[in-house]
């Protein structure tokens, strides 16, 4: 049974309002995300395959204490309950993210993120939205064609011009 | 002799046929291929399968008096940890030794060894092992020192306890010794040990560690009373985890075996935590608690007692102690050495649960050997002492030291098996020395 093409992913897409490269720097990552106020940011080879993206989370989780970064399902016994008990200041954030700022951000790449195909029926990529994902990739063929996000989605419920 | 080997299937020998359950289950438990818990209840399946138990033998094999002390205590961390107490430890005793690594590194091996005794080895690196991370980064100092001295410290403080350790936890199940065994006869050398790791630690690296006054002072200015999340809940942790102790104590007196006593304490918490919330609350809340337990491991010891029942029934057990008797020539200081040795090398390079739940019913049938079951007492501390600190040997020698490494190599510490059993591996031998000369002077 075919679709309905307004079913698909392919109509609610969106071009991403920048992409990265595996080379650019933490820093310009950062950058890019607080100018273009967007979740995370897809990162592509120079032809244009998708690597994966680049989240805010994780910017975050790099100017707090490194085991905090790290924490895993298989043992949640171990993840920190509280850390009000550090009294690091802006200036010790700043300072941690200022010793990786220069790193490639290939490192730092989120490559968990569910991927969007352009056939991938609409309803799937709300359910990503509504299960606390904010901006999904869309690839064909390896290549990055656009972006779903709660934006565009949410604007095209809405009929926000 | 037993009703079910009428019914073995084609006839085989019974023996030979549980047997080779026994070798296959271990042999795919030791080579990881399968979760260890799977690989366990489908050994067990086919003891039922082939005829060699009877389902009714099978669950009258699962000691529900060690499953029960699992469980309870679990329970019991899992809602304990929530207050976050052991945070609050591990920051308080580093601020007591003024931020100085060397006294931090003894410090944070004394706190993860006084909790082992008293929780699971693994449970007690996964709570304090991310805090440490949070203080040698802070003091910009290599982690390494500190997490190898926490693998070591956690399975030689989880020797001293009936609940320690998963070996003591079986032995004291199987064979109905009480915490206060375990304690009298265990602890002090115990202790011994503990103070000896804590100085060759600060010998291999402790007195060479330093740390810039300035990174000092940040680990000072960790406020550790705001590790504290719910100081109600602290409390009533804190009242249930003394009555369990007490009930521990006083078990004998109180006709209580160590299964009620964890099981109690758990529905005792989870009741003080829950009373007073609405029902939905409840729910989702306990639901989290059971979720922590680790059922992995219960569903692993179910199995195991099932596969160990198999081949109890076929009658290897005894044939095995038998040959173990001739070997020692029935010389119970000999026997009670290469327990204690065996058990340490064989725990270093294999998992020590299937080995200690197998030489339980193996020691038990040398009783008439040694003049009845009162007489075999100083082999169980021999198996304990042997199971728990060989763990120490390799990195794959122990639960704890692999949840150890993989954190650390998560967090870019690199933990590599060689690296660690160059070290580990003699000191272990130390330990298990400074054991051999205690139970000597002792029992034999």
Known sequence: MSHQPDSLCRSIMSAPPVVLKPADTLLSGLQAMVQHRVPALPVVEADHRYVGMLARSHLIALAMPRVLSHEDQTHPLSHLLEIGFIQDTLADLQARMDAVANEPLADHIDTGVPVLEPETPLMNAMLFLHRQRNILPVVENGKLLGVVSVWDVLARIGRVK | ?444
């Not at chain 2, 690196?125 to 003091?139: D, F, G, Q, R, S």
């Not at chain 2, 990174?215 to 009373?225: I, Q, S, Y």
């Not at chain 2, 020692?328 to 009670?336: P, Q």
């Not at chain 2, 704890?400 to 580990?424: C, D, M, Q, S």
């Open chain 2, 1 to 444: 002799m037993h009703a079910a080997h009428s019914s073995v299937i084609f006839g085989l020998d019974p023996l030979w046929l549980a047997t080779t359950v026994m070798i296959v289950t271990y042999g795919v438990i030791i080579s990881e291929k399968l979760n260890r818990s799977i690989i366990a209840l489908l050994g067990a399946m086919l003891m039922i399968m082939f005829g060699l138990l009877t389902q009714e033998q099978a669950i009258a094999g699962v000691d529900f008096n060690t499953i029960g002390l699992l469980v309870g205590m679990m329970i019991i961390v899992s809602i304990t940890r929530k207050c976050g107490v052991f945070e609050y430890l591990a920051i308080w005793s580093a601020k007591l030794v003024k931020a100085n690594p060397a006294g931090i590194l003894a410090m944070l091996a004394a706190v993860t060894a006084i909790a082992s005794a008293f929780l699971d080895n693994v449970t007690t690196v996964l709570l304090v092992v991310p805090v440490t991370l949070v203080i040698t980064e802070a003091l910009k100092v290599n982690p390494y020192p500190f997490l190898f001295s926490q693998i070591l410290a956690s399975n030689i403080g989880g020797t001293a306890t009936l609940i320690g350790d998963p070996p003591n936890i079986l032995i004291g199940g199987q064979v109905g010794l009480t915490f206060n065994d375990f304690v009298v006869n265990l602890a002090p050398v115990i202790v011994v040990i503990l103070i000896l790791h804590v100085i060759s630690m600060h010998l291999i690296w402790g007195r060479t560690m330093t740390a810039a006054a300035d990174m000092r002072a940040r680990v000072m200015g960790f406020d550790e009373n705001k590790a504290i999340t719910d100081p109600r809940l602290l409390k009533l942790a804190a009242l249930v985890l003394a009555l369990v102790m007490i009930a521990f104590v006083l078990a004998r007196k109180l006709g209580l075996d160590s299964g009620t006593i964890g099981m109690g304490g758990a529905a005792l918490l989870l009741m003080l935590d829950n009373i007073g919330k609405s029902a939905e609350h409840q729910s989702e809340n306990v639901l989290k608690v059971y979720n922590e337990v680790e059922w992995i491991t219960i569903f692993f010891f179910v199995g195991l007692f099932i596969v160990i029942a198999g081949v109890e029934h076929a009658g290897l057990l005894k044939l095995l102690a038998d040959k173990l008797l001739a070997a020692t020539g029935g010389d119970f200081t000999i026997t009670g050495m290469s327990v204690l040795w065996a058990s340490a090398v064989l725990s270093a390079i294999v998992d020590n649960i299937p080995f200690v739940a197998t030489m339980i019913p193996l020691i038990k049938a040398m009783a008439p050997a040694f003049g009845g079951a009162d007489a075999l007492m100083p082999l169980w501390w021999c198996l304990s002492l042997g199971a728990c600190l060989g763990g120490n040997g390799t990195l794959i020698g122990a639960s704890a030291n692999l949840t150890v490494a993989g954190i650390a190599e998560r967090n870019g510490i690199p933990f590599r098996f060689i690296r660690y059993t160059k070290i580990a591996f003699p000191l272990m031998l130390i330990h298990v020395a400074i054991a051999h000369v205690y139970l000597m002077w002792r029992y034999f």
